[in-house]
């Protein structure tokens, strides 16, 4: 079969590295892809929400399958854009449909599900600025740190931890007033949770569901988790916290009520659940979901499924998931991050990486990554993941350290300390 992959990032190299190695497929084309998708498959220079052009081009390559990426195409209706066309309607889109991105799309939304199908999650209210006064007494009963949440789509970055009540006070009002245009003219105020966290990806066609490998992300830009907030600097799996008893309570409690209560609520849902987790005295809770798989954390999971993945897929599309076998890895597998010096505030592109041919015993997965005149060269924040199988965590990360040092480019930055936290 042909499969075209929409994005561009670590993720989608990660999810095409997968997907190649599957018999099933012919020709693999990533929209738009980067330097890295461009060795294994064919990059097609179209923007992941242009859906015309994706059309156009799924019916002259005669694809039979559309792997989505990131979640803005989804959050778009990317899944009902193809389901609503006769010429493409018969053509799985892996994804859910657009109401069913709407658990990304809009934190309200997400909150009043987890609310309705009594699934573990902090306590909240949501906010427009006409209910400013509401708000602030909502915040006077909570107790700090205050958690507020853009209601929209806001690029990672919409969400403040604040310890001062006045300050507080002062970013909702701002928010409200659209520091973060249209997402944020709704806010959700939560109660904060004080834990450790893991990423847990649900594959489901609507009915069954799959739980795949669990993850740690590292989000924080310095080392012992300090600094600003990234897209992630590095990841791990298994998760030695997330034992047998806690991911049965989180199947119990979390994957199960959210696969039924999509199907209460007539949601059409075929595809990944990602699943932001807070372990809070050993009780599993939800921080937040995403539609789509995590990012670095994909750079880890791929390589801890052993069963071929585009059966899997075809499972979701067919509705038949439920006869597929999911087998995984024993092994560690870990991921660190290159980024560019300044990241994840302002950083220079174009900067030509080499020593990629000198990298062995890991897999390089590229992220902000161009081909330019056979050069490799920088393209973005977060660069290219360096993912490593290892007996133990240690084994693992020693692979990809030493691999980190081998890949040069100007102001290169990694976390030394990835996976610091767990045993
Ligand atoms: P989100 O975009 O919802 O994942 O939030 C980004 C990050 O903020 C999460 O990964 C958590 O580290 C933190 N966070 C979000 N909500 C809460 C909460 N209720 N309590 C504590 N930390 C939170
Ligand atoms: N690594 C977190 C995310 O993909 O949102």
Redesign the pocket.
Known sequence: MNILLLGNGGRESALAWKIKQSNKVNDLYVAPGNAGTHLIANNINLSATDFPSIKEFVLNNSIDMVVVGPEEPLVKGIYDFFINDEEIKNIPVIGPSKLGAELEGS?DFAKQFMVRHNIPT?K?KSFTLSQLDDAYHFLEELEA?Y?L?ADGLAA?K??L?INDIEEAKRELKEMLSGMFGDASKTVVI??????I?CSVFVLTDGESYKILPVAKDY?RIGEGDTGL?TGGMGAVSPVSFADKSFMEKVEQRIVIPTIEGLKKDNITYKGFIFL?L?EVKGEPMV??Y?VRMGDPETEVVMLRIKSDFVSLLEGVATKNLKDKVLEIDDRYAVTVMLVSGGYPGSYEKDKEMTGLDQVHDSILFHAGTKLSENKVLTNGGRVIAISSYGKTKDDALSLSFKNADKILFDKKYYRKDIGFDLK
């Open positions: 934190k902090a909240y740190p958690v949440k990672g919409g969400v931890i939560e109660e904060f949770l004080s834990g966290e989000k907030n932001g807070i921080i937040e995403n």
